[in-house]
């Protein structure tokens, strides 16, 4: 049974009528623009099919009931009295959206459904920005007010700052809600703008998630942060979107040898990804995989945020003859890879892939051939 299905049935099982809206939102995998979003730079990422989802129907008090399939858990809250989370739980991505839209002169009001999703939880695919963006979608289906992608993204990461304490980019929150099915969207952080692309005909994208799940990055996620808006300090810039390859390399010296190897990654990311998206224009798969490629030594090298499992499933793809490239995705120490494979060899790939991986590290991968899905929607 499709998750649409799955949340419709247990909506009519718990309130005896079917849901007055199903609404959708996606998951994420950056195929290139990595730790660029927070210095204004480019992304080029795309909605992955799988996502969160709720079924619901509007209350006449200002409470919002909810029920996660996956958490078997209800909770309840009320809009005009949010309480604060000591512990993060899955509600409180709930009320963090509330709290925002709230926050932003939005009058809300209140609903009950539930609430189900397929985005692996804690993979780097982004299953927060999707229960994020799927409760924007569910308050704008009770309470009228203009659904408009880029102010519901800006205000799903304010929650993520600021509610749930998480220092995030944009990326994931504008994806989730702007993508476009069988499209990759080259966003453009500072201005938010987006021009989607096709992939490349004959191109299949595969999440290879190694499996492998890292402590404090967090901490070492806001580090990397710090040092780029410390570099961009030292140029007398807002941000490291500003200084292109040439000046930068001119310049370079200035910096200390480690501020100097996480800038040169930022500076020269922005560039592939724009590469990339000219790459992608003429469909050039082969050029497009070597940026990926080139993405992953500069991501492992000068930002250090990869890990010996994150490089040893990406070489296990890029040795495969079917991979044009493979890189590391997301905020890296652990998580997923990505790779752009020829599509008729795309079940080959992931069988190969898979023995090894294991055969190199004993870690069980998950891979996944995933499609360009259209971000939050609604589905009837
Ligand atoms: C995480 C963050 C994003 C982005 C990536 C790295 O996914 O949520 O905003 O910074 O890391 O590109």
């Known amino acids: 049974m499709s998750l649409l299905e799955t949340v419709k049935q247990r909506f009519r099982d718990e309130f005896g009528e079917d849901p007055a809206f199903i609404v959708r939102a996606p998951g994420r995998v950056n195929l290139i623009g990595e730790h660029t979003d927070y210095n204004d730079g480019f992304v080029f990422p795309m909605a992955i099919d799988r996502a969160a989802w709720i079924a619901l129907r509007p209350r006449e008090d200002k409470r919002v009931l909810a029920l996660s399939l996956d958490m078997e858990d209800r909770r309840e809250f009320a809009l005009d009295d949010l309480p604060r989370p000591a512990e993060v739980a899955w509600i409180d991505y709930l009320?963090?959206?509330?709290?925002v839209l709230q926050e932003r002169g939005y009058a809300l009001r209140g609903w009950e459904g539930v609430v189900s999703g397929d985005v692996p939880i804690g993979s780097g695919l982004s299953s927060s920005a999707a229960l994020e963006l799927?409760?924007?979608?569910?308050?704008?289906?009770?309470?009228?007010?203009?659904?408009?992608?880029?102010?519901?993204?800006?205000?799903?990461?304010?929650?993520?700052?600021?509610?749930?304490?998480?220092?995030?980019?944009?990326?994931?929150?504008?994806?989730?809600?702007?993508?476009?099915?069988?499209?990759?969207?080259?966003?453009?952080?500072?201005?938010?703008?987006?021009?989607?692309?096709?992939?490349?005909?004959?191109?299949?994208?595969?999440?290879?998630?190694?499996?492998?799940?890292?402590?404090?990055?967090?901490?070492?996620?806001?580090?990397?942060?710090?040092?780029?808006?410390?570099?961009?300090?030292?140029?007398?810039?807002?941000?490291?979107?500003?200084?292109?390859?040439?000046?930068f390399e001119r310049r370079a010296s200035e910096l200390d040898p480690l501020t100097r190897r996480r800038a040169r990654h930022v500076v020269t990311e922005?560039?592939?990804?724009?590469?990339?998206?000219?790459?992608?224009?003429?469909?050039?798969?082969?050029?497009?995989?070597?940026?990926?490629?080139?993405?992953?030594?500069?991501?492992?090298?000068?930002?250090?945020?990869?890990?010996?499992?994150?490089?040893?499933?990406?070489?296990?793809?890029?040795?495969?003859?079917?991979?044009?490239?493979?890189?590391?995705?997301?905020?890296?120490?652990?998580?997923?890879a990505v790779a752009l494979v020829r599509a008729e060899g795309a079940p080959g790939f992931v069988e190969r892939v898979r023995k090894r991986y294991i055969a190199a590290t004993g870690n069980q991968p998950a891979l996944y051939i995933t499609r360009a899905s259209q971000g939050a929607g609604q589905a009837t």
């Open 95 to 99: 009320i963090g959206v509330a709290w």
């Open 134 to 247: 799927v409760t924007a979608r569910a308050f704008h289906c009770v309470s009228g007010f203009e659904w408009n992608a880029a102010a519901m993204a800006l205000a799903c990461q304010r929650a993520e700052n600021e509610w749930l304490g998480v220092k995030c980019g944009i990326m994931d929150q504008m994806i989730s809600a702007a993508g476009v099915e069988d499209r990759a969207l080259l966003i453009d952080c500072r201005s938010l703008e987006t021009t989607s692309a096709p992939l490349p005909a004959g191109t299949a994208v595969i999440i290879l998630d190694t499996g492998t799940r890292r402590g404090l990055v967090d901490s070492k996620y806001n580090e990397r942060r710090e040092q780029c808006e410390a570099a961009a300090r030292h140029f007398g810039l807002t941000a490291l979107r500003d200084i292109n390859v040439p000046t």
């Open 270 to 336: 922005n560039e592939r990804t724009l590469r990339a998206r000219d790459a992608m224009n003429v469909a050039d798969a082969a050029a497009l995989g070597q940026l990926m490629i080139e993405s992953h030594i500069s991501l492992r090298d000068d930002f250090e945020v990869s890990s010996p499992a994150l490089d040893a499933i990406v070489n296990c793809a890029n040795a495969d003859e079917s991979c044009f490239g493979a890189r590391m995705t997301g905020a890296g120490f652990g998580g997923c």
